[in-house]
């Protein structure tokens, strides 16, 4: 089975396009060399493969082969991540980081103000946020 069907299979990738252009780009690789898209993937492989945001690669045991794209809790039965628990933590942190920075800049203040928040600051309203 081609490699870049059975990450696009167990859901590692969104689109079976992006899984061959990582592929052909020489992020997912097994036992240190690289693979095409092409290559073919067996029961047994270790792969390492990006995580969605490319901030730490995933260490990922293939446990069985699926043709078609299957359920998420079918998919995850599949495969077997041996990704250390501390790398997977420190990425929750950046994760929780990015979305608290996402909040904070959302509350804060925004640059140039709309029409709508200009005519109400100009009114005196004082709350236009």
Same mark, same amino acid.
């Given at each position: 089975?081609?490699?870049?069907? !059975?990450? !696009?299979?167990?859901?590692?990738?969104?689109?079976?396009?992006?899984?061959?252009?990582?592929?052909?780009?020489?992020? *997912?690789?097994?036992?240190?060399?690289?693979?095409?898209?092409?290559?073919? *993937?067996? =029961? @047994?492989?270790?792969?390492?493969? =990006?995580?969605?945001?490319?901030?730490?690669?995933?260490?990922?045991?293939?446990?069985?082969?699926?043709?078609?794209?299957?359920?998420?809790?079918?998919?995850?039965?599949?495969?077997?991540?041996?990704?250390?628990?501390?790398?997977?933590?420190?990425?929750?942190?950046?994760?929780?980081?990015?979305?608290?920075?996402?909040?904070?800049?959302?509350?804060?203040?925004?640059?140039?103000?709309?029409?709508?928040?200009?005519?109400? !600051?100009?009114? @005196?309203?004082?709350?236009?946020?």
């Amino acid at each position: 089975m081609r490699i870049d069907k !059975w990450l !696009w299979a167990v859901r590692l990738y969104k689109t079976r396009s992006k899984a061959a252009h990582d592929c052909a780009a020489g992020k *997912v690789k097994r036992s240190g060399s690289t693979l095409k898209p092409s290559s073919p *993937v067996k =029961p @047994g492989d270790r792969l390492e493969v =990006p995580s969605p945001d490319n901030s730490y690669k995933r260490e990922i045991e293939v446990i069985e082969l699926l043709e078609k794209r299957a359920s998420a809790p079918i998919a995850q039965a599949a495969y077997h991540d041996h990704t250390p628990a501390e790398i997977l933590a420190e990425a929750e942190q950046r994760r929780l980081a990015r979305k608290e920075n996402r909040r904070s800049r959302r509350e804060g203040d925004q640059g140039r103000l709309t029409k709508r928040k200009r005519r109400q !600051w100009e009114e @005196g309203e004082g709350h236009f946020f």
